[in-house]
Each structure stands twice: as C-alpha cells, then as structure tokens.
T-cell receptor
Framework: QQQVKQSPQSLIVQKGGISIINCAYE??????FPWYQQFPGKGPALLIA?????SEKKEGRFTISFNKSAKQFSLHIMDSQPGDSATYFC?????????????FGKGTHLIIQP | GAGVSQSPSNKVTEKGKDVELRCDPI?????LYWYRQSLGQGLEFLIY????????KSGLPSDRFSAERTGGSVSTLTIQRTQQEDSAVYLC?????????????FGPGTRLTVT
C-alpha cells in the first residue's frame, strides 16, 4: 500500500518558471510533511517542511501548500533555476508511531532548461 | 561540522555472502535511521535507533537483515546471505532526537550490488 503518492514522475520547466510537484497521503495520522531534494550520488537534503496546523509555508523560492481536508500537499519552486535540477521527494511521518521513520513518495525528476 | 558518513561508498558482493554497512552519525545526534533506496521501491524506511535501542524492527525486509548501534554512535547494518534483490543504495540519517520536530540529515549512502 503506497501511503504517499507523488506526481509527476518527471517535470521539465523553463528557467524562471514555476515548478509544481504534488503529493497525496492516505494516513490521517500523519502530522509532519517534509520535502527533500536529492542530487545524483548524494543523500536527500531537507528543503522545507510543514505541519497540518498551517496551510502554507514559504522559505525563499520554495513554498509548501497544504490542504488537510483533501489530504494533499504540494511544493512550488518560484523562479526555477538550472541549479534546481534534481530529484524531489515528498515525505510524511506521524509522531504517534514508534518508528518515526519517513514515508516517502516515489520522487519527481525535475529538469530546469536554461 | 562533519555530516553523516557512511562506508563503504560502494560494495559489490556475490550472492550468498554477508555484508556489513557502517554509519557514523553527526556527533551528538541520538536518533539514527536506516533507509533503502531502489529504482523499483523508492525510499523505504528500514529501522531507527534512539540511543542504542531499536524499538521497532518491523521495517526490516527479512530476517536476513539486522542492525545494531553501540555507544549511542556508530551503527552497522548487516545483510546475511545476500540476494540480488538486496541491490540498492542504503542510506543512513541522524537527527538530534526522536520526533517530527527534528530534521533528519542523510549521509551519501552505500551502493550495494549483489552479483
């Protein structure tokens, strides 16, 4: 059972454009939703994270929008740059679980064309 | 300061052999996590440690997988009698403490290839 569904699998955006990646979750107990960025040969690095008590969080060019009723959240990258080309993963976890491990989406391969 | 380090960076082994993968977390981080990243399955959570204890081992794929952590620091993931389906990148992460308020910092991973 895939608990976090991510789309699209791949995305091509022109430099300066807005990149949008979407995720949907099933487990209503999830209460922490981070986004990770991964470059080839490197481990994932946290970009930005949100909790369900807010609907939006912005850090620089990166914004998370969160819709609790729809069980969806998305990452918006404004003014996308070639250096943003990477694989992006959404994730979720819940503090009531014993493991505190992150459940990841399948990832989105983002290419920003100069 | 130094980040999470993992060794070896690459490991090629023959089917049926045992392998040990090592993780050095960030100094002072009490929580440590193991994940597996493969093309077919994406990023899968395997196990986490708070100190030297692993409260939940249900994420380990089979009884061929085991992990330990000593001294609240270094952790070793051991895979016995490796199979081709074990081929993946094994990632370790650490955080200051357990819980969703604490960012997990990932290492570069160990790429395991079982031939």
């Amino acid at each position: 059972q895939q608990q976090v569904k991510q789309s699209p699998q791949s995305l091509i955006v022109q430099k300066g454009g807005i990149s949008i990646i979407n995720c949907a979750y099933e487990n209503t107990a999830f209460d922490y939703f981070p986004w990770y960025q991964q470059f080839p040969g490197k481990g994932p690095a946290l970009l930005i994270a949100i909790r369900p008590d807010v609907s939006e969080k912005k850090e620089g060019r990166f914004t998370i929008s969160f819709n609790k009723s729809a069980k969806q959240f998305s990452l918006h990258i404004m003014d996308s740059q070639p250096g943003d080309s990477a694989t992006y993963f959404c994730a979720a976890s819940w503090s009531g679980g014993g493991a505190d491990g992150l459940t990841f989406g399948k990832g989105t391969h983002l290419i920003i064309q100069p | 300061g130094a980040g999470v380090s993992q060794s070896p960076s690459n490991k090629v082994t023959e089917k049926g052999k045992d392998v040990e993968l090592r993780c050095d977390p960030i100094s002072g981080h009490t929580a440590l996590y193991w994940y597996r990243q493969s093309l077919g399955q994406g990023l899968e959570f395997l196990i986490y440690f708070q100190g030297n204890s692993a409260p939940d081992k249900s994420g380990l794929p089979s009884d061929r997988f085991s992990a330990e952590r000593t001294g609240g620091s270094v952790s070793t993931l051991t895979i016995q009698r490796t199979q081709q389906e074990d081929s993946a990148v094994y990632l370790c992460a650490s955080s200051l403490s357990k819980g969703q308020g604490y960012e997990q910092y990932f290492g570069p991973g160990t790429r395991l290839t079982v031939t």
